[in-house]
């Protein structure tokens, strides 16, 4: 079996000390949170922010380690993305925001689908991801560029499911396209599947592995898969994510088919993202 396709199945595979963590004073009328943000790493989480809270989002990516000393092992490189999304209730949020890379604006919604529950009713969550990026870099009119090739969209579903307080794990079967590429040889199209899994070591820290495999041949042969491993820290209204990844991009039609580092070779990249919640519309307790 394909050594990627293994590492997938691992993620998704819980032990018995996460199987048995369930807290057994949970009301079973509840839903399951299932992670800690609506990122699990550089990738898109299950969930949303709860209804009326406004989410501002920070995404920073160094250079590769590797680059040496006269790049200071990447600090002197960077690229950003600064983004906002907000939740206009408890199964629809929607987003903009614009990176350094390829000066990208891109807007999304996120449709919560399905949402698990402790009583079993419903063992999982569904959400089904949506976006769309513009790429802003200066073209010069000898390429008599249209507009629209300029525009990249993605699809994805993310199927995820909570085993107790302990672990959380989750799929993420995605189509990425993009209306201008490179070269003639590649695919406008590309297909990935996704896994990603998180461990609660308390409750304010986490480990998040996340993973995206490349099913289209051609882009397979030119980039790698993305691979990232980080963790969550949770403070009142914060969370920081801290993390290593060997994707520079930060929107899914750069990093799923565009990943050039290889982790073995050294070309790994220190991230972080902020997220800091802003609650809009007032909630009722009762």
Known sequence: MNIKLLLIIALLLPGSYFLHAQNEAIDEDLFVETFSSTRVVIGQSVDIAPNGDMNLTIQHHFGAINTGFSNFFGFDQAATRIGIDYSFNDWLSAGIGRTTLKKTWDGFVKF????????????????????????????????????????????????????????????????????????????????????????????????NLEYHHILSSQ????????????????????????????SQGMLEQHFLPETNGNWFNGDIRIGFNIIRVFTLKQKDYF
Do not use: C, W
């Open 112 to 207: 919560r689908l399905l949402r698990q529950k402790h009583n079993e009713s419903m063992p999982i969550g569904l959400t089904y991801f949506v976006n769309m990026g513009v790429n802003g870099l200066d073209v010069p009119d000898s390429l008599n560029a249209k507009f629209s090739e300029r525009f990249s969209y993605v699809h994805q579903l993310i199927i995820a499911r909570s085993f107790g307080e302990r672990l959380a794990v989750q799929l993420m079967p995605t189509l990425i396209h993009r209306n201008l590429v490179e070269k003639k040889v590649d695919e406008n199209d590309v297909f990935t599947l996704g896994a990603a899994t998180s461990i609660y070591l308390s409750k304010r820290l986490n480990l």
């Open 219 to 246: 882009a397979a042969k030119d980039y790698n898969d993305s691979f990232s491993v980080g963790i969550d820290i949770k403070t009142s209204g914060h969370v920081f994510q801290l993390f290593l990844t060997n």
